[in-house]
């Protein structure tokens, strides 16, 4: 009874990010600064004045801890912190000295990565993973309310 409920509620979070709202292309034209991410290419846009500045591979969350998907705005920046949690059934992870966070969703954030090279497939427990170098250049460009949007 514990793992059909289990494995109940699984799939009920899974169909939650399946059947959420999907961005449309017009809906991402702007004039202002806004940062896209693709899961399915797993790829980051930052976006100014309508045009491309900068893209980096990313890894977005594994399947059973996948990321959300919708339009958020950075809600805080954080240049560093320990990082620890658990998706189940995935193990316990604590991670120290976690760089350029910028959280736009209760918990979920895109922050530098530099323990694992697995951009371009889904890696992480949720949050965006970006490469170190692209993380920086990303907390240091974008302000607090800054448009994201994940598709």
């Given at each position: ?9 699984i ?5 939650s990010?399946v059947f ?7 809906d991402?034209?702007t ?11 797993q790829?980051?846009?930052a976006?100014d004045?309508?045009q491309?500045?900068f893209?980096t ?31 189940k059934?995935y193990?316990?992870?604590y991670i ?19 323990w694992h ?19 920086k ?9 800054t448009?994201?949007?994940?598709f």
């Open positions: 009874m514990r793992y059909l409920t289990l494995i109940l509620s799939l009920l979070i899974s169909f990010f959420a709202p999907t961005t449309k292309a017009e991402i034209i004039n202002q600064k806004l940062i896209t991410i693709d899961t399915g290419k790829k980051l846009f976006w004045n309508g491309i500045v893209e591979p990313v890894s977005t969350g594994m399947m059973l801890a996948p990321t959300v998907r919708g339009g958020y705005k950075i809600q805080r920046k954080v240049p560093l912190k320990d990082m620890k949690g658990q998706v059934p193990k316990k992870y120290k000295d976690v760089p350029n966070i910028m959280y736009f969703y209760q918990s979920y954030a895109i922050h530098g990565t530099w090279n697995a951009f371009g497939r889904k890696a992480s427990h949720g949050c965006v993973n970006v490469p170190v170098p692209a993380s250049w990303l907390y240091d460009w974008t302000p607090i309310g448009r994201v949007e994940i």
